[in-house]
């Protein structure tokens, strides 16, 4: 009686409202070798449970409301059973019946498992409830090449049309439509994720310009794979997230989206912004390729790993040789390539001697602080390795800036992610100049000022992005584990639980390094440094001050500098400023 009672109490249960269901379901069968001691539990999401299982070689298993805990007598007291004919992507009706048979899987193969519990029904789901392989839950990219050609180039673009279909997700527009594509080149992209991985990323130069996904205008998007990352495809995102939330000047946008290239689904995608001179992206005056004047700026640069690309090369102090591939311009005159290597000797220089006053000069330490603490928490010890950009506007007076972020593929990888430290110490790749530059005193005061500043509202922010990601992308990741088991993505709800724990436990451990309050934190350096400059003064200074400015002649003006560097136009001449007399040309 006590067990018929049992069985009854749960059957009401089961029929109630979606609010009372119970939080998990456990899974037991030949995928797990039967082990009652080790079920696969599956978590409510949505008043629906969902599980990818790669059922390739494995059809048959048990499911029950009950947590087993060892016992196959508690496990059966909640099993549950198909009630009807077992077939893919469509709802089949199910009962409770204690100690039922195995549930066998139409085919030996990848699912999503999905079970309905307030309405009774489970469904083996190679793809949406429609029977197509996307999620239905994120807007979907059609690309179709000319003749249906593969992709195989990344030197080489192919012609073809697109649409953009939302799929229903709000906020988001159509962009053509199936009857009216729209025209674009496509073509390969990456170096590792080109060759390692059969889900390619790719290159995208639409004909006209379009908002794709509510970004900026633009013709030039990527396709983002994130075949190699284990982080749910999340790693990127977050880096990106990080970066806005910390103020870069301007940081790549980044949507997850469903591809379908040539009628084949490719799975979960991000289209993203790519790095280029523009308005809108990396503001710097375009300068021309081969141009003999005006060679100060603008420059887009990368740090870069690869010995291939165009590039200028400088010896380190070890000998080792430091790769700048620019960017733009594309073709140098020898007016820009020698502009261009005695610039980048120069801050060389200035790291590996030590000369703080010389590398605040050259380079702008308040954002070269925000992108450190980018990399820093993202823990990302490649990240002044290669894919490491750098951009200068035009003029005498201008500086090296260190961004756009880009690629966070390498960040928390398992082997430091529970145990961080500075990129800097002990890195997995070679790092360019950051070591040196956290030697400088006005650069770490720098990052102290930015870091007590993010701490106000940031780290919750990120929290809320993650939440937000996780929960977007959560159904079309289990579409993408179908199409690519290989890749392990389904499980985000643990893969974005692994990157939360990650995130929190560096932010706190840099508490530790650089203080755990918010505000702006007051510089510990007490000097106060001056320096002639072109067609200005330089003041580096410790604290907020008035200077004095007095020229040959005995003029004198009063000048407010803030902590921090302060560019002071001045004509040309010779001035007397904190008793050193400097000559300005």
């Not at 087993?68 to 709802?91: I, K, R």
């Not at 989206?257 to 375009?286: C, F, Q, S």
């Not at 200074?541 to 902590?563: E, F, N």
């Amino acid at each position: 009686m006590k067990r018929i009672f049992a069985v009854l109490t749960l059957f009401l249960a089961l029929l109630s409202q979606a609010q009372t269901l119970p939080q998990s379901l456990y899974f037991v069968g030949e995928l797990t070798n039967w082990d009652i001691n080790s079920p696969i539990k599956i978590d409510l999401s949505d008043g629906v449970y969902r599980h990818y299982l790669d059922l390739t070689g494995k059809t048959k298993f048990k499911l029950s409301v009950t947590d087993p805990n060892g016992s196959w007598t508690t496990f059966d007291t909640g099993t549950l059973y198909p009630a009807g004919e077992v077939s893919e992507d469509v709802w089949i009706p199910i009962k409770y019946v204690a100690t039922s048979g195995d549930i066998v899987a139409p085919a030996s193969r990848a699912y999503v498992l999905k079970v309905d519990l307030a309405n009774m029904r489970m469904m083996f789901s190679t793809g949406n409830q429609s029977g197509e392989p996307w999620s239905g839950t994120l807007p979907v990219l059609f690309i179709s090449t000319e003749n249906n050609t593969p992709v195989t180039s990344k030197e080489t673009y192919l012609r073809a049309t697109y649409y953009l279909d939302p799929m229903g997700v709000e906020g988001v527009e159509a962009v053509g439509t199936s009857a009216s594509p729209l025209t674009l080149q496509i073509k390969g992209r990456g170096n590792y994720t080109w060759t390692g991985f059969e889900k390619k990323p790719y290159r995208l130069k639409l004909d006209s310009k379009a908002a794709l996904l509510g970004m900026d205008n633009s013709k030039h998007f990527a396709l983002l794979a994130h075949a190699d990352d284990t982080a749910a495809g999340l790693r990127n995102a977050l880096g990106f997230a990080i970066s806005e939330s910390l103020g870069m000047p301007w940081t790549p946008a980044t949507r997850p989206v469903e591809l379908v290239l040539n009628g084949d689904y490719r799975g979960l995608y991000w289209l993203t912004e790519t790095i280029r001179v523009d308005a809108d992206r990396v503001d710097v005056v375009e300068q021309a390729d081969e141009a003999t004047t005006d060679v100060d700026g603008g420059w887009l640069v990368e740090i870069d790993n690869y010995n291939t690309d165009p590039h200028v090369t400088v010896i380190a102090a070890d000998g080792s040789q430091i790769w700048f591939t620019y960017k733009s311009p594309e073709i140098l005159s020898a007016e820009q390539n020698d502009y261009l290597l005695d610039q980048m000797q120069k801050i060389n220089a200035a790291v590996e001697g030590g000369d703080q006053v010389s590398a605040a000069g050259l380079v702008d330490f308040d954002i070269l602080a925000r992108y450190f603490i980018t990399n820093q928490i993202m823990l990302d010890m490649e990240s002044f390795h290669g894919s490491c950009y750098l951009n200068r506007q035009r003029g005498q007076e201008q500086k090296w800036m260190f961004g756009p972020v880009w690629d966070f593929g390498n960040a928390f990888s398992p082997s430091r992610a529970d145990a961080p430290r500075f990129i800097f110490d002990r890195p997995d790749f070679s790092q360019v100049w950051i070591g040196g530059f956290y030697k400088m005193p006005l650069f770490v005061e720098a990052v102290k000022k930015v870091w007590a500043d993010f701490l106000n509202d940031g780290p919750a922010h990120l929290d809320n992005v993650l939440t937000q990601l996780a929960g977007d992308i959560e159904a079309a990741a289990l579409c993408d584990a179908i199409r690519w088991p290989q890749y392990a993505h389904a499980d985000v709800t643990t893969q974005s639980g692994n990157l939360r724990r990650w995130m929190t436990g560096s932010i706190e451990w840099l508490k530790q390094q650089w203080g755990s309050e918010g505000g702006v934190l007051a510089p510990e350096v007490r000097t106060t440094v001056v320096r002639p400059g072109h067609g200005c003064i330089e003041v580096i200074a410790a604290t907020a001050a008035d200077i004095t400015i007095t020229a040959i002649d005995g003029r004198q003006r009063s000048v407010r500098v803030t902590p921090g560097l302060n560019t002071i136009p001045t004509a040309p001449g010779l001035y007397i400023v904190a008793h050193q007399k400097l000559a300005v040309r």
